[in-house]
């Protein structure tokens, strides 16, 4: 079941979405090189907090904090740690959702830590423009295969892989909703878009094979390869005059 949300819905999804971007933001200022991602998590928490919001992974299926933070080969769902010390050349993917009163905003953005090697640098370019790419497809009357092809062309001609055990989502009410945005697919399949419709578009893309596997500590997902992976996100509003970007300040 799709849920359209109403104009006041979206609202709310906004206003959700300008604390979840704010909060990414004030984690990117605290990334630096001998930080732990705990630390960052703290950042994350008492910013979302000060905005009268919720962190909504805390406790999500049990997560034990307020967001996701995953290192180099890490692709999500990273533990925040005070064992993981931020080093220079590392690449940072910090995934934020927030609840504010009721309507859950996603947004994820992949920091580079000091200098990094220009493969690592054109992988945070490829996802960012990936995910660019697959916000433009979301309008009325399109499919969600039109998003998902827009993104695995655009990353499978640049030399990377999209990984596809993980997709984007339908978001609202609920972090997860339908229907799913998976980052590849053909143009014209799946759900068609309606204005009202909410969606997480959220590439995941490796450097090397798209293979991953998930650790024992039952969240953090790996590349199989250990290559570096990247992880950009935006919740976006399907309306009669385009796509609206709901997680920008
Ligand atoms: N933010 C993730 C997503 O993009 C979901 C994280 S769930 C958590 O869908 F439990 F790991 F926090
Ligand atoms: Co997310
Ligand atoms: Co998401």
Known sequence: MIYLKTSEGIKLMKKAGEIAAGAL????????????????????????????????????????????????????????????????????????????????????????????????????????????LGIEKAIAGNRVGDISNAIQSYVEANGFSIVREYVGHGIGKKMHEEPSVPNFGSPGQGKKLEPGMTIAIEPMVNMGARQVKTLDDGWTVVTKDGKYSAHFEHTVAITDTGPIILTLL
């Open 25 to 132: 933001e004030a984690a990117g200022k605290a990334i630096k090189p001998g930080v732990s991602t705990l630390y960052i998590d703290k950042v994350i928490y008492d910013y979302i907090k000060s905005k009268n919001a919720r962190p909504a992974c805390l406790g999500y299926n049990d997560f034990p904090a307020s967001s996701c933070i995953s290192v180099n080969n890490e692709v999500i769902h990273g533990i925040p740690s005070r064992k993981t010390v931020i080093k220079d050349g590392d690449i940072v993917s910090v995934d934020i959702v927030t609840n504010y009163q009721g309507f859950h905003g996603d947004t994820t953005k992949t920091f580079a830590v000091g200098n990094i090697s220009d493969e690592a640098k054109k992988l945070l370019d490829v996802t960012k423009k990936a995910l660019e």
